[in-house]
């Protein structure tokens, strides 16, 4: 929550605020402001959340610290889309859809490797430049090549 939600004088930036909570909780896979034993207290603490400086990649730190900045400095959903971490690279416009089902073999021969939960969030989080915290709690999962 904003910290300006407790001062009951907010508007629609307590939204941009949220958007970089859920953005730093998926990066880090820690809950903001866990260092905290009660909500009072964030407010309190007056400053960022632990979690923001767990992030290593430049990019994204820089675009949450826009979205927890303070009221005043923080910017509308309109400014924000144009910041270039919402921006998409060029090569996502040589993607194209699949013309038929010959396309998929080779996705669906990625598809059919068993991995494990695991590996995937070591996958992503070390593409978000998170280095995974020792004691996270994963399943295995296997994925059936006739699904």
């Known amino acids: 929550m904003a910290p300006e939600v407790y001062a009951e004088e907010y508007n629609e930036l307590v939204d941009i ?3 970089g909570m859920c953005i730093l909780e998926m990066v880090t896979f820690a809950y903001p402001y866990s260092e905290c034993n009660h909500p009072a207290q964030i407010h309190k ?3 960022k959340p632990d979690a923001l400086y767990k992030v290593k990649d430049p990019e994204v730190r820089q675009f949450v610290e826009k979205c927890l900045a303070t009221v005043s400095h923080r ?3 309109r400014e924000l889309l144009n910041d270039p971490f919402l921006q998409i ?3 996502i416009s040589d993607l194209r859809p699949l ?5 998929y073999d080779g996705l669906g021969l990625m598809l059919r490797q068993p ?3 695991s590996s995937l969030v ?3 989080s070390n593409y978000l430049g998170y280095e995974q915290e020792n004691g996270m709690d994963c399943h295995s999962v296997e994925y059936d090549a006739n699904e």
Do not use: I, P, V
Not at 99 to 103: E, G, L, P, Q, R
């Open 99 to 103: 013309d038929s089902y010959k396309d």
């Open 45 to 47: 603490k007056g400053k």
């Open 89 to 91: 690279d060029d090569w």
């Open 115 to 117: 991995r494990s939960n």
């Open 122 to 124: 070591d996958e992503y």
């Open 17 to 19: 605020y949220s958007f």
């Open 75 to 77: 910017l509308s959903a």
